[in-house]
């Protein structure tokens, strides 16, 4: 019922940015805490960014400066701008949020199907 769906993942040079977008779907009662992760061939899936109801934010060291996470509450959408990416970027990312459905009235934890970010010359 609930959903995470996810765009703006591709292939970009060193240097470029690219903008995720994450929409969540179905019937929704709240949206609390929202994140990204990703996942490099090899290693653990790491927190990215997190953005709480409140528009409280946190970001991974090796990201900050540089990636900016935001949220559009009435849209049920979160973004991730990524700039001066790097080829250590290259990783499946994925959205994650604490959702309450309207249907259940419980919250869970969703994630999306994730997208591939390739930074490479």
């Known amino acids: 019922q609930v959903q995470l769906v996810e765009s703006g993942g591709g292939l970009v040079q060193p240097g470029g940015s690219l903008r995720l977008s994450c929409q969540a779907s179905?019937?929704?009662?709240?949206?609390?805490?929202m994140g990204w992760f990703r996942q490099a061939t090899g290693k653990q899936r790491e927190l990215v960014a997190r953005?709480?109801?409140?528009?409280?934010?946190e970001y991974a060291d090796s990201v900050k400066g540089r990636f900016f996470i935001s949220r559009d509450n009435a849209k049920n959408t979160m973004y991730l701008q990524m700039n001066s990416l790097k080829p250590e970027d290259t990783a499946v990312y994925y959205c994650?949020?604490?959702?309450?459905?309207?249907?259940?009235?419980?919250?869970?934890?969703?994630w999306g199907q994730g997208t591939q970010v390739t930074v490479s010359s």
């Open positions: 994650n949020a604490n959702i309450k459905a309207s249907s259940s009235g419980r919250v869970y934890n969703y």
């Open positions: 953005i709480t109801s409140g528009g409280g934010l």
């Open positions: 179905g019937t929704i009662s709240s949206i609390f805490a």
